[in-house]
Structure formats: C-alpha cells, structure tokens
C-alpha cells in the first residue's frame, strides 16, 4: 500500500467536515422552531419535500460524513459509500429544484459530493486505500 500524499488529509478531514455540516443542518432541519427562524426559501423548500426526499437527504449527507471518515481510515469500502451519497444528492437536488428551482446551496453540494467520490476513485486508484 502507498502512502497517501498529504492532500488526501486535507481533501478527506474537509470532506468530513462539510458532511458533519450537512449533518447538523438536517438535525436542525427537524425542529419546526429551527426553520421559523430559516429564510423564507428554505422554509418553502423544508416544507414542500416529501418524506422520501427528506429521507434521502439524510442518506446524502450523513452517507457522506461516514464515506469520508472511511476515507480517513484508508477503507476501499469509502467509494462505494460516497457514490451512494452522490446518487442521494443527485435524487436531493432533482427534488429541490423541482419544488423551488435549482439553488447555489445545491448546487455547491453537487459538486462537492461529486468531486469527494472522484477523488476517492482516484486514492483507490494509486492505493492509498485499504481492501479490507
């Protein structure tokens, strides 16, 4: 196995932390007297999603958190968790721009979720991560 450059640190403990992020904002996401006090466009975004979506998006963000935290640990099985959040985020971002339009906050979070999975093929890719 090859040792990670020091970039994987960075990319994956930021990683982790935009999804513990995300995370809490579902968290917070829960308490009607949390989004009362949200602008009105994420209110109308909270309140409009179906069980499902809001389903999903706790799939996207805390999949993520849990895909970056294997990647810290140098897990393989972190690519299939993070593409598993990707597909959550892609299903979020459908929904919300149906409801609302498309979004900058969905749209950052696309690309990120994206580019977290990418990266992660590409430590699997070199070695940096583990098999088992």
Same mark, same amino acid.
């Given at each position: +196995? =090859?040792?990670?450059?020091?970039? /994987? @640190?960075?990319?994956?403990?930021? $990683?982790?932390?935009?999804?513990? +992020?995300?995370?809490?904002? /579902?968290?917070?996401?829960?308490?009607?007297? &949390?989004?009362?006090?949200?602008?009105?466009?994420?209110?109308?975004?909270?309140?409009?999603?179906?069980? @499902?979506?809001?389903? =999903?998006?706790?799939?996207?963000?805390? $999949?993520?958190?849990?895909?970056?935290? %294997?990647?810290?640990?140098? &897990?393989?099985?972190? =690519?299939? =968790?993070? %593409? $598993?959040?990707?597909? &959550?985020?892609?299903?979020?971002?459908?929904?919300?721009?149906?409801?609302?339009?498309?979004?900058?906050?969905?749209?950052?979070?696309?690309?990120?979720?994206?580019?977290? /999975?990418?990266?992660?093929?590409?430590? &699997?890719?070199?070695? @940096?991560?583990?098999?088992?």
């Amino acid at each position: +196995m =090859v040792k990670p450059h020091f970039s /994987f @640190w960075i990319i994956a403990g930021l $990683g982790l932390i935009w999804n513990l +992020m995300g995370c809490l904002n /579902f968290i917070t996401q829960l308490s009607a007297e &949390a989004v009362a006090e949200m602008p009105e466009l994420y209110q109308q975004i909270i309140e409009m999603r179906p069980l @499902w979506a809001t389903l =999903v998006f706790g799939v996207a963000v805390f $999949g993520g958190a849990a895909g970056c935290a %294997l990647l810290l640990l140098r &897990a393989r099985v972190a =690519v299939a =968790v993070l %593409l $598993g959040s990707l597909i &959550a985020i892609v299903l979020t971002t459908i929904q919300t721009s149906m409801a609302v339009g498309m979004t900058t906050s969905t749209t950052v979070a696309l690309l990120v979720g994206a580019a977290l /999975f990418w990266y992660s093929t590409i430590a &699997a890719r070199v070695g @940096w991560l583990r098999s088992k």
